[in-house]
């Protein structure tokens, strides 16, 4: 009774879940502004750290994965050193530090949530992620209706991103490039898992109801009307593996995974000459970017050679593209590449070749401890957490194998809300279960007994 009457509307604990659902829905929005969100969500977590100091805190201390990553983030620090673009390479991953550090705080933070703030930040967020759905849906079946509105109101919106927007003579914004949108569609896909997670343990029947309709309904639309190739593939790919490890065998799954990732990281550069030497560039059977990717995958991993222990520094992709356009030796294409003209690009559209090109055979380890660490955490959750803890994961390696550079602060930023928001939804799970053991002692002692030798 006093946890009900301590969950009241315009209490602190409801502002808490208004402020997540904010950032969340500002968030996929507008997907650059993620940089700055989570950058106020560190601030937010080290003033909470300060104001609540003697709280005991989970993670107690920085674990193996935050440690890979911090290994990772350092090395591409030290790359800077004989970096084609050294103040890239001293930046960029100085931000991913500081990501690192604030999903680090921020699962600290969710570990001493009272149960009031932590049903009130799932509630906002699980709401966020459903309207975000539904204004993204509506947005690709209107060709952006809503965007090209505001745009048109608030020319100045756009006065940054002309090259994006196209304009009648009366100033009405007829056509708005995809790359936003795109953006929105890599956030949500990321997003979904939390959200199921949220929905599943969501008190509220009406609330699971309207959530479930809502996620289905948007991923049906993002799946067969998106123009982001690369998010249906990771909004399939991840729910496949779901109902694989929900419904079969959890383990298996898992081993799997854990071997497809190892085998993408390792064997990146082979497999990337391996598919463009096949001459997939040529097939007409798939779509145009994805022939163009096979090119610029090819030209990548023959360019790996040249400094493959090191790297060449990390997010000097650009640069080192740009001097190897220049030299007419290097930049003449060493077999037909069909109808496209050069190989060369900002980044590789895949981070596994990426890590490979800019920070060599060093970093591609440091990259791989990240993701088989990542694993070993999923496989201590408990069982009914890990489907959608697996599926996020092989979510993610999708969309850092066939996308945007590693190095972009917005990526960073929005995976970094996501593994805070499926925190959130773990740390409820958690509650839930608890207040079901108070509300029947006799509960306890059967979940007691059926946990013994189950990982927790």
Not at 54 to 68: D, G, K
Not at 143 to 148: A, V
Not at 201 to 229: C, E, K, M, T, W
Request: charged fraction near 10%; aromatic fraction near 10%.
């Amino acid at each position: 009774m006093a946890n009900q009457q301590a969950m009241q509307p315009f209490s602190k604990a409801w502002w808490c879940g208004l402020a997540i659902g904010t950032v969340v829905l500002t968030a996929v929005v507008a997907p650059r502004t993620t940089t700055f969100l989570m950058l106020l969500v560190l601030l937010l977590s080290i003033a909470d750290q300060l104001i609540r100091p003697a709280l005991p805190r989970r993670p107690a201390r920085f674990e193996a994965v935050f440690v890979a990553l911090a290994a990772f983030a350092g090395w591409g620090l030290l790359s800077a050193t004989w970096s084609l673009a050294p103040w890239h390479s001293l930046l960029k991953p100085a931000f991913l530090v500081l990501m690192l550090i604030a999903v680090w705080l921020a699962l600290r933070g969710i570990s001493t949530a009272t149960r009031p703030v932590t049903h009130y930040l799932g509630e906002g967020a699980l709401t966020a992620i459903t309207i975000a759905y539904l204004l993204v849906a509506f947005e690709i079946l209107t060709d952006q209706l809503i965007t090209r509105s505001l745009l048109t109101a608030f020319p100045s919106l756009y006065a940054n991103i002309t090259k994006h927007v196209t304009v009648a003579a009366d100033g009405s914004v007829l056509k708005i490039s995809e790359a936003n949108l795109n953006r929105r569609m890599t956030i949500l896909v990321w997003l979904f898992w939390p959200a199921i997670m949220l929905a599943i343990h969501d008190p509220n029947r009406y609330r699971r109801v309207v959530a479930y309709v809502s996620l289905g309904f948007g991923a049906a639309i993002i799946f067969f009307y998106g123009s982001h190739q690369t998010s249906q593939l990771a909004l399939l790919g991840g729910l496949v593996v779901y109902g694989f490890a929900n419904w079969f065998n959890r383990a298996a799954v898992l081993m799997a995974v854990t071997g497809i990732w190892s085998a993408a990281v390792l064997l990146a550069v082979p497999i990337a000459l391996l598919v463009f030497h096949a001459n997939l560039h040529q097939a007409n059977w798939l779509f145009h970017s994805a022939r163009h990717r096979v090119v610029i995958w090819g030209t990548a991993a023959e360019e790996v050679m040249r400094s493959p222990v090191i790297g060449i520094g990390a997010d000097a992709t650009r640069v080192a593209m740009r001097k190897a356009v220049s030299n007419t030796v290097q930049a003449k294409p060493k077999r037909d590449l069909g109808r496209f003209e050069s190989g060369y690009a900002n980044h590789a559209h895949n981070v596994y070749l990426q890590v490979w090109y800019e920070l060599g055979a060093i970093g591609a380890l440091l990259f791989l401890s990240i993701g088989l660490l990542t694993l070993q955490v999923i496989a201590k959750l408990q069982a009914s957490a890990q489907p959608a803890a697996i599926s996020m994961f092989v979510t993610t390696s999708l969309l850092i194998g066939f996308s945007y550079s590693m190095w972009q602060t917005w990526f960073i930023s929005a995976l970094g809300l996501a593994i805070a928001l499926f925190a959130i939804a773990l740390r409820k799970r958690s509650d839930q279960l608890q207040e079901v053991r108070d509300s029947n002692p006799l509960t306890e002692g059967a979940a007691a007994s059926q946990s013994v030798g189950r990982k927790t």
